[in-house]
Protein backbone atom coordinates (compact mmCIF):
# COMPACT_ATOMS: atom_id res chain seq x y z
CA UNK A 1 0.00 0.00 0.00
CA UNK A 2 1.41 2.90 -0.41
CA UNK A 3 1.72 6.23 2.02
CA UNK A 4 1.67 9.79 0.97
CA UNK A 5 2.87 12.16 3.83
CA UNK A 6 0.00 15.16 3.94
CA UNK A 7 1.27 18.51 5.32
CA UNK A 8 -1.83 20.10 6.28
CA UNK A 9 -2.08 23.69 7.27
CA UNK A 10 -5.21 24.87 8.91
CA UNK A 11 -4.12 28.50 9.22
CA UNK A 12 -6.73 30.95 10.50
CA UNK A 13 -10.45 32.30 10.46
CA UNK A 14 -12.75 29.59 8.58
CA UNK A 15 -9.58 27.84 7.48
CA UNK A 16 -9.43 25.06 10.31
CA UNK A 17 -13.62 24.58 9.88
CA UNK A 18 -12.96 23.73 6.06
CA UNK A 19 -10.23 21.45 6.43
CA UNK A 20 -11.56 19.94 9.33
CA UNK A 21 -14.62 18.56 6.26
CA UNK A 22 -12.00 18.01 4.04
CA UNK A 23 -9.37 15.76 5.84
CA UNK A 24 -12.72 13.70 7.48
CA UNK A 25 -13.86 13.16 3.50
CA UNK A 26 -10.09 12.17 2.64
CA UNK A 27 -9.95 9.90 5.96
CA UNK A 28 -13.82 8.39 4.98
CA UNK A 29 -12.43 7.71 1.27
CA UNK A 30 -9.07 5.93 2.17
CA UNK A 31 -11.13 3.63 4.30
CA UNK A 32 -14.11 3.03 1.86
CA UNK A 33 -11.23 1.98 -1.39
CA UNK A 34 -8.39 0.92 0.32
CA UNK A 35 -5.01 0.80 -1.60
CA UNK A 36 -3.68 3.88 -0.24
CA UNK A 37 -2.86 5.57 2.98
CA UNK A 38 -2.45 9.45 4.04
CA UNK A 39 -0.22 10.33 6.66
CA UNK A 40 -1.96 13.85 7.54
CA UNK A 41 0.53 15.98 9.91
CA UNK A 42 -0.97 18.94 10.92
CA UNK A 43 0.64 22.43 11.62
CA UNK A 44 0.57 25.36 12.74
CA UNK A 45 0.77 28.53 10.62
CA UNK A 46 -1.05 31.44 10.21
CA UNK A 47 -1.40 35.21 11.67
CA UNK A 48 -2.75 33.93 14.68
CA UNK A 49 0.32 32.27 15.12
CA UNK A 50 1.88 35.60 14.60
CA UNK A 51 0.05 36.93 16.76
CA UNK A 52 1.42 34.81 19.47
CA UNK A 53 4.96 33.52 18.46
CA UNK A 54 5.65 36.95 16.14
CA UNK A 55 6.73 33.81 13.32
CA UNK A 56 3.54 33.10 10.90
CA UNK A 57 5.11 29.76 9.78
CA UNK A 58 8.19 28.48 11.32
CA UNK A 59 11.02 27.63 9.51
CA UNK A 60 10.85 23.56 10.75
CA UNK A 61 6.85 23.65 9.58
CA UNK A 62 8.40 24.99 6.29
CA UNK A 63 10.53 22.48 5.48
CA UNK A 64 8.28 19.92 6.56
CA UNK A 65 6.05 21.27 3.95
CA UNK A 66 8.71 20.82 1.29
CA UNK A 67 9.46 17.09 2.63
CA UNK A 68 5.92 16.03 2.50
CA UNK A 69 4.26 13.75 -0.64
CA UNK A 70 1.56 17.33 -0.53
CA UNK A 71 0.15 20.48 1.34
CA UNK A 72 -3.36 21.06 1.81
CA UNK A 73 -3.89 24.77 3.68
CA UNK A 74 -6.85 26.01 4.67
CA UNK A 75 -6.99 30.19 4.62
CA UNK A 76 -4.25 32.29 6.26
CA UNK A 77 -5.19 36.36 7.17
CA UNK A 78 -7.38 38.00 9.43
CA UNK A 79 -8.46 35.56 12.18
CA UNK A 80 -11.39 37.91 13.40
CA UNK A 81 -13.34 40.94 12.10
CA UNK A 82 -12.53 42.84 15.80
CA UNK A 83 -8.82 42.44 15.08
CA UNK A 84 -6.93 45.40 12.78
CA UNK A 85 -5.29 43.88 9.70
CA UNK A 86 -1.91 41.95 10.71
CA UNK A 87 1.09 43.99 8.73
CA UNK A 88 4.68 43.45 8.74
CA UNK A 89 7.51 46.19 8.70
CA UNK A 90 6.77 46.72 4.87
CA UNK A 91 3.27 47.74 5.45
CA UNK A 92 1.83 44.62 3.98
CA UNK A 93 -0.38 42.03 5.42
CA UNK A 94 1.55 38.68 7.17
CA UNK A 95 -0.48 36.21 5.57
CA UNK A 96 2.39 36.25 2.96
CA UNK A 97 4.64 35.05 5.08
CA UNK A 98 3.08 31.64 4.43
CA UNK A 99 1.42 31.61 1.66
CA UNK A 100 3.92 33.13 -0.79
CA UNK A 101 7.09 31.12 0.68
CA UNK A 102 5.76 28.45 -0.07
CA UNK A 103 4.33 29.63 -3.20
CA UNK A 104 7.81 31.38 -4.47
CA UNK A 105 10.40 28.72 -2.21
CA UNK A 106 8.91 25.71 -3.72
CA UNK A 107 8.24 27.24 -7.16
CA UNK A 108 4.68 26.61 -7.25
CA UNK A 109 4.61 28.77 -10.75
CA UNK A 110 0.70 27.36 -11.74
CA UNK A 111 -2.30 28.33 -10.14
CA UNK A 112 -5.30 26.49 -11.06
CA UNK A 113 -8.06 27.51 -10.69
CA UNK A 114 -11.46 25.06 -11.64
CA UNK A 115 -14.38 26.90 -12.20
CA UNK A 116 -17.19 24.29 -12.45
CA UNK A 117 -21.28 24.70 -11.58
CA UNK A 118 -22.41 22.21 -9.75
CA UNK A 119 -26.22 21.10 -9.73
CA UNK A 120 -28.82 23.02 -7.58
CA UNK A 121 -26.06 25.41 -7.42
CA UNK A 122 -27.05 29.26 -7.95
CA UNK A 123 -24.80 31.08 -10.41
CA UNK A 124 -24.02 34.97 -10.79
CA UNK A 125 -24.62 34.29 -14.68
CA UNK A 126 -28.13 33.80 -15.32
CA UNK A 127 -28.94 31.32 -18.17
CA UNK A 128 -25.44 29.77 -18.26
CA UNK A 129 -26.09 26.61 -17.02
CA UNK A 130 -22.48 24.45 -18.05
CA UNK A 131 -19.59 26.52 -16.80
CA UNK A 132 -16.64 24.47 -17.16
CA UNK A 133 -13.48 26.37 -17.26
CA UNK A 134 -9.93 26.35 -15.73
CA UNK A 135 -7.97 29.31 -14.46
CA UNK A 136 -4.04 28.99 -14.39
CA UNK A 137 -2.49 31.98 -12.86
CA UNK A 138 0.90 32.34 -13.15
CA UNK A 139 1.34 32.20 -9.38
CA UNK A 140 5.75 33.33 -9.42
CA UNK A 141 6.31 36.09 -11.14
CA UNK A 142 4.28 39.53 -12.39
CA UNK A 143 3.16 42.05 -10.15
CA UNK A 144 3.71 39.65 -7.13
CA UNK A 145 6.92 39.44 -7.43
CA UNK A 146 7.27 42.60 -5.90
CA UNK A 147 5.86 41.43 -1.91
CA UNK A 148 8.39 41.92 -0.09
CA UNK A 149 10.26 44.60 -2.50
CA UNK A 150 9.07 48.03 -3.98
CA UNK A 151 10.13 51.19 -2.88
CA UNK A 152 8.10 54.19 -0.73
CA UNK A 153 10.21 57.37 -1.55
CA UNK A 154 9.94 60.35 1.12
CA UNK A 155 6.16 59.05 1.39
CA UNK A 156 5.73 61.33 -2.07
CA UNK A 157 6.61 58.13 -4.34
CA UNK A 158 5.59 54.50 -4.40
CA UNK A 159 6.69 51.70 -6.86
CA UNK A 160 6.42 47.81 -7.40
CA UNK A 161 7.77 46.55 -10.40
CA UNK A 162 6.41 43.61 -12.86
CA UNK A 163 8.49 41.12 -13.32
CA UNK A 164 7.99 38.64 -16.54
CA UNK A 165 10.57 36.01 -17.58
CA UNK A 166 10.85 33.60 -20.82
CA UNK A 167 11.53 30.88 -18.50
CA UNK A 168 8.48 31.73 -15.96
CA UNK A 169 5.94 32.36 -19.34
CA UNK A 170 7.24 29.25 -21.04
CA UNK A 171 6.71 26.83 -17.89
CA UNK A 172 2.99 28.43 -17.36
CA UNK A 173 2.14 28.41 -21.16
CA UNK A 174 3.18 24.41 -20.89
CA UNK A 175 1.23 23.73 -18.14
CA UNK A 176 -1.95 25.49 -19.77
CA UNK A 177 -1.71 23.93 -22.81
CA UNK A 178 -1.19 20.50 -21.72
CA UNK A 179 -3.80 20.76 -19.14
CA UNK A 180 -5.30 21.56 -22.16
CA UNK A 181 -5.29 18.78 -23.86
CA UNK A 182 -6.11 16.67 -21.34
CA UNK A 183 -9.71 18.40 -21.14
CA UNK A 184 -12.93 17.54 -23.27
CA UNK A 185 -12.86 21.42 -24.75
CA UNK A 186 -14.79 24.05 -24.14
CA UNK A 187 -18.13 22.55 -23.14
CA UNK A 188 -20.90 24.92 -22.68
CA UNK A 189 -24.33 25.50 -24.24
CA UNK A 190 -24.49 27.84 -27.34
CA UNK A 191 -22.94 28.89 -30.55
CA UNK A 192 -19.47 28.54 -29.28
CA UNK A 193 -20.44 25.35 -27.65
CA UNK A 194 -17.36 23.44 -29.86
CA UNK A 195 -16.55 21.18 -27.64
CA UNK A 196 -12.61 22.93 -29.04
CA UNK A 197 -9.80 22.32 -26.81
CA UNK A 198 -8.86 26.10 -26.54
CA UNK A 199 -6.22 28.18 -24.10
CA UNK A 200 -6.80 31.88 -23.70
CA UNK A 201 -4.41 34.28 -22.94
CA UNK A 202 -5.19 36.94 -21.15
CA UNK A 203 -2.68 40.35 -20.97
CA UNK A 204 -2.36 44.19 -21.39
CA UNK A 205 -0.47 43.81 -24.60
CA UNK A 206 -1.71 46.67 -26.48
CA UNK A 207 0.04 48.96 -23.48
CA UNK A 208 2.89 47.68 -21.72
CA UNK A 209 6.20 46.20 -23.30
CA UNK A 210 6.31 42.95 -20.77
CA UNK A 211 2.51 41.78 -21.88
CA UNK A 212 3.86 42.17 -25.53
CA UNK A 213 6.14 39.81 -24.17
CA UNK A 214 4.07 38.05 -22.35
CA UNK A 215 1.92 37.24 -25.66
CA UNK A 216 4.60 37.04 -27.69
CA UNK A 217 6.33 34.07 -25.80
CA UNK A 218 2.59 32.53 -25.47
CA UNK A 219 2.22 32.40 -29.51
CA UNK A 220 5.96 30.55 -29.70
CA UNK A 221 4.74 27.55 -26.96
CA UNK A 222 0.86 27.35 -28.67
CA UNK A 223 3.07 26.13 -31.60
CA UNK A 224 4.02 23.21 -29.85
CA UNK A 225 0.55 21.74 -29.65
CA UNK A 226 -0.94 23.95 -32.76
CA UNK A 227 -3.35 20.84 -34.20
CA UNK A 228 -4.06 20.02 -31.47
CA UNK A 229 -5.03 23.12 -29.28
CA UNK A 230 -6.20 26.55 -30.57
CA UNK A 231 -4.69 29.38 -29.50
CA UNK A 232 -6.59 33.14 -28.30
CA UNK A 233 -6.19 35.87 -27.17
CA UNK A 234 -7.80 38.33 -24.73
CA UNK A 235 -6.75 41.88 -23.66
CA UNK A 236 -7.77 41.65 -19.92
CA UNK A 237 -10.24 44.63 -19.51
CA UNK A 238 -12.40 42.62 -22.11
CA UNK A 239 -12.00 39.16 -21.16
CA UNK A 240 -13.92 40.34 -17.74
CA UNK A 241 -16.89 41.41 -20.32
CA UNK A 242 -16.34 37.98 -22.64
CA UNK A 243 -16.23 35.62 -19.65
CA UNK A 244 -19.86 37.55 -17.84
CA UNK A 245 -21.22 37.49 -21.74
CA UNK A 246 -20.20 33.73 -22.48
CA UNK A 247 -18.06 31.89 -20.37
CA UNK A 248 -18.80 29.04 -22.71
CA UNK A 249 -16.51 30.32 -25.41
CA UNK A 250 -13.43 29.63 -22.45
CA UNK A 251 -11.74 26.29 -21.83
CA UNK A 252 -8.31 27.05 -20.18
CA UNK A 253 -7.41 31.14 -19.37
CA UNK A 254 -3.65 31.45 -18.46
CA UNK A 255 -2.66 35.00 -16.90
CA UNK A 256 -0.59 37.12 -15.33
CA UNK A 257 -0.24 36.93 -11.65
CA UNK A 258 -1.93 39.83 -10.28
CA UNK A 259 -4.75 39.66 -13.32
CA UNK A 260 -5.27 36.23 -12.44
CA UNK A 261 -6.03 36.78 -8.92
CA UNK A 262 -8.59 39.32 -9.83
CA UNK A 263 -10.66 37.04 -12.80
CA UNK A 264 -10.83 33.97 -10.26
CA UNK A 265 -12.46 35.52 -7.76
CA UNK A 266 -15.30 37.16 -10.32
CA UNK A 267 -14.94 33.60 -12.11
CA UNK A 268 -16.04 32.30 -8.73
CA UNK A 269 -19.32 34.25 -8.93
CA UNK A 270 -20.22 32.35 -11.33
CA UNK A 271 -20.07 29.03 -9.87
CA UNK A 272 -21.84 30.47 -6.42
CA UNK A 273 -19.02 32.07 -4.58
CA UNK A 274 -15.66 32.10 -3.02
CA UNK A 275 -17.24 28.74 -0.98
CA UNK A 276 -17.18 26.82 -4.64
CA UNK A 277 -13.81 27.56 -6.13
CA UNK A 278 -11.18 25.31 -4.98
CA UNK A 279 -7.10 25.74 -6.70
CA UNK A 280 -4.06 24.08 -6.72
CA UNK A 281 -0.56 25.85 -6.53
CA UNK A 282 1.24 23.35 -8.75
CA UNK A 283 4.44 23.07 -9.49
CA UNK A 284 7.37 20.52 -11.60
CA UNK A 285 7.50 19.18 -8.08
CA UNK A 286 5.98 20.10 -5.22
CA UNK A 287 1.90 21.33 -5.10
CA UNK A 288 -0.18 23.09 -2.38
CA UNK A 289 -4.01 22.94 -2.57
CA UNK A 290 -6.38 25.47 -0.59
CA UNK A 291 -9.64 26.72 -1.54
CA UNK A 292 -8.92 30.04 -3.29
CA UNK A 293 -11.28 31.73 -0.62
CA UNK A 294 -9.70 33.88 2.22
CA UNK A 295 -10.01 33.16 6.12
CA UNK A 296 -13.62 34.87 5.89
CA UNK A 297 -13.59 36.44 9.38
CA UNK A 298 -16.37 37.63 9.64
CA UNK A 299 -18.52 34.59 9.43
CA UNK A 300 -15.64 32.27 11.53
CA UNK A 301 -16.53 29.58 14.39
CA UNK A 302 -19.96 30.02 13.20
CA UNK A 303 -20.01 26.33 11.47
CA UNK A 304 -21.75 28.21 8.51
CA UNK A 305 -18.91 28.19 6.54
CA UNK A 306 -19.29 26.14 2.80
CA UNK A 307 -16.05 24.00 2.88
CA UNK A 308 -17.04 22.87 -1.15
CA UNK A 309 -13.43 24.36 -2.16
CA UNK A 310 -11.52 22.83 0.30
CA UNK A 311 -12.81 19.30 -0.29
CA UNK A 312 -12.59 19.61 -4.17
CA UNK A 313 -9.14 21.31 -3.61
CA UNK A 314 -8.62 18.11 -1.74
CA UNK A 315 -9.60 16.11 -4.93
CA UNK A 316 -7.23 18.36 -7.00
CA UNK A 317 -4.39 16.88 -4.62
CA UNK A 318 -5.54 13.35 -5.61
CA UNK A 319 -5.38 13.59 -9.02
CA UNK A 320 -1.67 15.32 -9.19
CA UNK A 321 -0.44 12.92 -6.65
CA UNK A 322 -2.06 10.16 -8.59
CA UNK A 323 0.26 11.71 -11.87
CA UNK A 324 2.75 12.08 -10.19
CA UNK A 325 3.30 8.66 -8.95
CA UNK A 326 1.53 6.93 -11.32
CA UNK A 327 -0.90 5.43 -9.19
CA UNK A 328 -4.36 4.52 -10.52
CA UNK A 329 -6.09 4.22 -7.15
CA UNK A 330 -5.65 7.59 -6.20
CA UNK A 331 -7.42 8.82 -9.69
CA UNK A 332 -10.02 6.40 -9.10
CA UNK A 333 -10.38 7.72 -5.33
CA UNK A 334 -10.93 11.51 -7.07
CA UNK A 335 -14.01 9.98 -9.40
CA UNK A 336 -15.53 8.57 -6.56
CA UNK A 337 -15.20 11.67 -4.76
CA UNK A 338 -16.10 13.90 -7.38
CA UNK A 339 -19.52 11.70 -7.89
CA UNK A 340 -20.35 11.76 -4.09
CA UNK A 341 -19.97 15.69 -4.52
CA UNK A 342 -22.07 15.68 -7.65
CA UNK A 343 -25.06 13.30 -5.47
CA UNK A 344 -24.72 16.00 -2.41
CA UNK A 345 -25.57 18.82 -4.73
CA UNK A 346 -28.55 17.25 -6.82
CA UNK A 347 -29.90 16.01 -3.39
CA UNK A 348 -29.67 19.96 -2.70
CA UNK A 349 -27.64 19.30 0.33
CA UNK A 350 -25.87 22.83 0.55
CA UNK A 351 -24.37 25.72 2.86
CA UNK A 352 -26.80 29.27 3.77
CA UNK A 353 -24.43 31.18 0.89
CA UNK A 354 -25.34 28.86 -2.03
CA UNK A 355 -29.27 28.74 -0.64
CA UNK A 356 -29.15 25.60 1.88
CA UNK A 357 -29.30 25.49 5.59
CA UNK A 358 -26.63 22.54 6.02
CA UNK A 359 -23.61 23.58 8.50
CA UNK A 360 -20.21 22.72 7.87
CA UNK A 361 -20.16 19.61 8.79
CA UNK A 362 -23.81 18.11 7.95
CA UNK A 363 -22.77 19.41 4.45
CA UNK A 364 -19.30 16.94 4.83
CA UNK A 365 -20.63 14.25 6.65
CA UNK A 366 -23.31 14.36 3.85
CA UNK A 367 -20.54 13.89 0.87
CA UNK A 368 -18.94 11.03 3.37
CA UNK A 369 -22.18 9.15 3.54
CA UNK A 370 -22.50 10.01 -0.57
CA UNK A 371 -19.14 8.52 -1.24
CA UNK A 372 -20.05 5.10 1.06
CA UNK A 373 -23.07 4.74 -1.11
CA UNK A 374 -20.92 4.26 -4.13
CA UNK A 375 -19.49 1.26 -5.56
CA UNK A 376 -15.84 0.83 -5.38
P1 LIG B 1 -9.39 37.40 3.09
O1 LIG B 1 -9.29 38.85 3.49
O2 LIG B 1 -8.49 36.52 3.91
O3 LIG B 1 -9.26 37.17 1.61
P2 LIG B 1 -12.29 37.45 3.09
O4 LIG B 1 -13.31 36.52 3.63
O5 LIG B 1 -12.43 38.88 3.42
O6 LIG B 1 -10.86 36.89 3.51
P3 LIG B 1 -12.77 36.20 0.61
O7 LIG B 1 -12.30 34.93 1.11
O8 LIG B 1 -12.44 36.60 -0.78
O9 LIG B 1 -12.28 37.37 1.52
O10 LIG B 1 -14.35 36.19 0.82
C1 LIG B 1 -15.22 37.10 0.19
C2 LIG B 1 -16.59 36.85 0.75
O11 LIG B 1 -17.00 35.49 0.59
C3 LIG B 1 -16.73 37.14 2.26
O12 LIG B 1 -17.99 37.72 2.49
C4 LIG B 1 -16.66 35.78 2.90
O13 LIG B 1 -17.34 35.71 4.14
C5 LIG B 1 -17.31 34.89 1.84
N1 LIG B 1 -16.74 33.56 1.89
C6 LIG B 1 -15.45 33.25 1.67
N2 LIG B 1 -15.25 31.94 1.82
C7 LIG B 1 -16.44 31.40 2.15
C8 LIG B 1 -16.87 30.07 2.46
N3 LIG B 1 -16.03 29.02 2.45
N4 LIG B 1 -18.16 29.88 2.77
C9 LIG B 1 -19.03 30.91 2.78
N5 LIG B 1 -18.69 32.18 2.50
C10 LIG B 1 -17.40 32.44 2.20
Known sequence: MK??????????????EVVAECTKV??????????????????DVGVSRFLKTGVA???????????AD???????????????????KNGTEVSGHVMFRLRFDLDL???????????????????????????????????????????VLKDQLAADVQIITREGCEKVFDFAFKLAMNRKGRLGEGRLSDGKKVVTCAQKANVFRSFAFFKKVFGEVAQKYAGEVMEDYA??????????????????????NAHGDIISDMAAAFVGGMG???????????????????????????????PTATVLSGKMMLEWLSDKHNDPTLAA?????????????????KTSDIGGTASTSAWGDEVVAQLRALPV
Not at 57 to 67: E, G, L, V
Not at 115 to 137: F, M, Y
Request: charged content about 15%; proline content about 7%.
Open 276 to 306: MAPSGDIGLEFAMFQPAHGTGPTIAGKGIAN
Open 26 to 43: LKALQGHIGGFELDLQHY
Open 70 to 88: GIILGAVGMPSPDLPMVVD
Open 109 to 151: FAGVRPIKLWPTVPSALAGHENIDIVLVRENTEGLFASYGGGI
Open 57 to 67: MSDSDFKACRD
Open 235 to 256: FIDALTLWMLQTPEKFDVVVSE
Open 333 to 349: AAVLLDKAVYNTFAKGV
Open 3 to 16: KYGIAVLPGDGIGP
